[in-house]
Every structure is written in structure tokens, then in C-alpha cells.
């Protein structure tokens, strides 16, 4: 492809070929290249058109590339589609408008329209399906729910603004797939989707919003056109938009036409979340000019998840951090959190939640309604498991009432926070296994 640079290089310099020419005296842009794919852009005449062929011609004469017309489209911005069609056609190419997918991205499309996400809601739809959803934990459904936003809608998102009505419904498709609900049919919601979204460090989940990963994504726009201005598509947007004076107001601008409208108001709900954007970039005196870092990582560049720790943090949990371990499988984590949060289904909290039971007792002694301490930790047969296990660990065994006391307990023992650590995950694997133990009774 460097020969094809090479050969448009040439015919634009020797007039062969006139390219487009961006207003304000912004770049002077004839081709963009990614990967197998090339876009050529150029002045709007029947001449030029025929000339970019005889180029793309020449060019497979002596470098063996044949550009396949067939598969190529003509788009003309500002023209009739009669005029276009008239042009395609003796190329062998096909006449197209706008708006048209590019690299899976819609190009001229009105993204306020939320018909125009509809691939993204789709596909969004066709990953979290139901039948996935029965097959896994809900550590796997929550792996899954987090781990969608970083393949299928992140092009979307780093160059939109979603409307507030897409990110409603992707994340009702994500809080349905992770509680197992579906059409109707709606299972019970054990947490808030704060609960799961908001910070980890707080004693959340912390998989975050679709919303903070919208805006982070948005500013990371930003914080590249302040870091390198004289790159060719930050040029190009400086001259657009007229922004060479005025750079520094760009995102208070509410005045900018077109898309770098909705870009301009991520400030706005930055603001609303007591988040200055002037503060996350700040300009520093370097050498003769200036120099932008970003305040929220040690190094100075600006990281997406940075922004949306801060976006996503809240008030910690009245009971205080959770402490989180890769090291043993994430059903087992995630069940000590729901059981620390008091989020598992056991038979009493079932029926608080209007579930109607025949019984609520324990399935095992029958003397007390099973909550999560009785029958994870002071049932009989809990408490002669938690019993073993601390022998098995070398700690002496103590009289414990809860989830909550067991884990304190466990986690004093010892200094070193490797061993600190497998406790820990012992601890979750017993919590773990003594459920399973009680569902296996129970169903
Ligand atoms: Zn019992």
C-alpha cells in the first residue's frame, strides 16, 4: 500500500489529481488507508474522478495491485444521485450516498436516532441470549457482561454519543442477562445495578456503566487532540471546526455543528458528576511551549479506565471493602460477595422477596428459618465443616455466628498476605461448597 501513497503522491503533485482541501486552511487530505481498504477524497469533477482511475490503473501496471472497480463505490457530498450515478458508472463502480458503513461503522448515519444503534443492540442481543445465561454461573454471566463492552460497541462508542435511550436498553439487555430474566419472564434483581456497576474499591463489583465507558472514550478524543494537535485527522478537526484561536474552549462550546455538538456536551455531564474536565488535562510549561498531562495517572497519559474509576466511585459499603481474589474461580468470589452483601437466595430471603414457600426452615436441622449465617456457618452441619477446615489450616476453632465472623476470624491468623490470600480462598471454597451442599439437598 506504500506504492499506492507513493503513486498519489505524485499525480497530486503534478496536478494530475486535486485533492480535497479542508476549510480554514486545514490539511490537504487525497487518500486514507487501513489495512486492504483505501478511501480517496478529491475535488468533485467528472475529470478527477476519471484521472483517480487512470492513476489506480498505472498503478496496477507496475506494482501487480488491482483495485477491483466492482467491489468500489462512488459517493458524492452535495451532489445529485443522478450526477453520481452518471460518474460511477463507466468505471464499473457502483454510485452510493450516505449514510454508509465503513470498517462497521455507519458514516453520515444521525446518531441521536437510536434506529441507527440497531446493529449494535443486535448484536448486543445475539451475545447475552438466554440460553447462554442458564448455562452460566453468575461469575460467568458477570465475566461475560463486562468483558461485551470491550469488543462489540466500543467503535460506536468512541466516536458517538449514545442517546440516554441505548444506554438504557443495552444495559436493561445487560441486567437481564446477568439475573437470568427474559421476555416475560423477570427473575429476581438480588442487587442494584449500582450495586454491580459502581467501584470495586468501595465494596461494589465495579464492572461500570456503559455510560462511563461512553464519555471516557469521548474524552480520550480530547485529551489525543491537546497531546498531538498536528496530527492529520487533529488538524483536520482544528481547521473544521475553526478551533486554532480557541482550543481552549472547546468543549464549553455548545455552539459546534454536527456530531462535535454531542462531543461537546460530555463536559456538561462530567460536570454532573463534579468532574472538571479542565482538571483531569493540565497544561505544563515544557521547553519553549507546552507540554498536557493528565492528572489521574502517575505517568501523565490519559487511560479510559482512569476516568471511569472516577466516575464510577461512590461511597464505600457500610461493610466495609470486599476483599476480591483472582485466584480461585470467579463463582466462588462472587457468591462470598452476594453472601456478603446479603444477596443469596436462601429460603427466608426467598420469601421476603414474595416468593411463596411451603417452608422457610432449614432444610437440614428444620428448628430455624434459614437465613445465609444459619446456613452457611451455625448450622450443625456447617459448623462441624468450618470446624475441620480450621484444623485442616492449623487454626484453633472458635465459637463463630456469621459469614462475617468467620472471615475476620480467618483472616487474623496470619502476617504474611500470601498466606493471608489462601486462607482467604479456602474460606470462599468452604462458603462455596457448603451451598452447593445445601442446593444439592434442597432441589
Ligand atoms: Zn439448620
Known sequence: MEGLSVAMRAACERGVFQRLQISNGGPI???????????????????????LARVLHCFHVSAGLRVNFNKSRVFGVGVSMQEVTRYARPLGCEPAKLPFNYLGVPIGANMK?????????????????????????????????????????????????????????????????????????????????????????????????????????????????????????????????????????????????????????????????????ERIMKKQPCGSGNSWTCSLTSDGSFIVKALRNVWESCPTIPIGRFEWTTDIPIKVVCFAWRERMGKIPTALALSKRGVNL?????????????????????????????????KWCGIPTSTLLSVCDVLEYATKWFDCPLRRKLLLGICYGTLWNTWIARNNRVF
Open 113 to 277: 436516532h437510536i434506529k441507527n444503534w440497531k446493529p449494535v443492540i443486535e448484536r448486543f442481543q445475539n451475545k447475552l441470549s438466554k440460553w447462554k445465561s442458564k448455562t452460566l454461573s453468575f461469575g460467568g454471566r458477570l465475566t461475560l457482561v463486562q468483558s461485551i463492552l470491550g469488543n462489540i460497541p466500543t467503535y460506536f462508542l468512541s466516536l458517538f454519543v449514545a442517546p440516554q435511550g441505548v444506554i438504557d436498553k443495552l444495559e436493561g439487555i445487560r441486567k437481564k442477562f446477568l439475573w437470568g430474566s427474559s421476555e416475560g419472564t423477570r427473575k429476581i434483581h438480588w442487587a442494584s445495578w449500582d450495586m454491580i456497576t459502581t467501584s470495586k474499591e468501595a465494596g461494589r463489583i465495579g464492572i461500570g456503566t456503559i455510560k462511563s465507558l461512553n464519555v471516557s472514550l469521548i474524552v480520550k478524543w480530547w485529551s489525543r487532540l491537546r497531546v498531538g494537535p498536528s496530527t492529520t485527522w487533529a488538524a483536520a478537526i482544528t481547521s473544521l471546526h475553526d478551533l486554532n484561536s480557541n482550543l481552549e474552549g472547546y468543549y464549553a462550546n455548545n455552539t459546534l455543528p454536527g456530531v462535535r455538538k454531542n462531543i461537546a456536551g460530555v463536559r456538561k455531564e462530567l460536570l454532573e458528576k463534579e468532574i472538571a474536565i
Open 358 to 390: 411451603e417452608n422457610t426452615f432449614c432444610s437440614l436441622c428444620g428448628d430455624i428459618q434459614e437465613c445465609a449465617d444459619h446456613a452457611l456457618v451455625r448450622c450443625q452441619y456447617a459448623r462441624t465443616v468450618w470446624e475441620w477446615t480450621f
Open 29 to 51: 487530505i487525497s487518500h486514507l488507508l487501513y489495512a486492504d481498504d483505501a478511501l480517496f477524497l478529491g475535488e468533485w469533477s467528472e475529470h478527477n474522478i476519471k484521472n
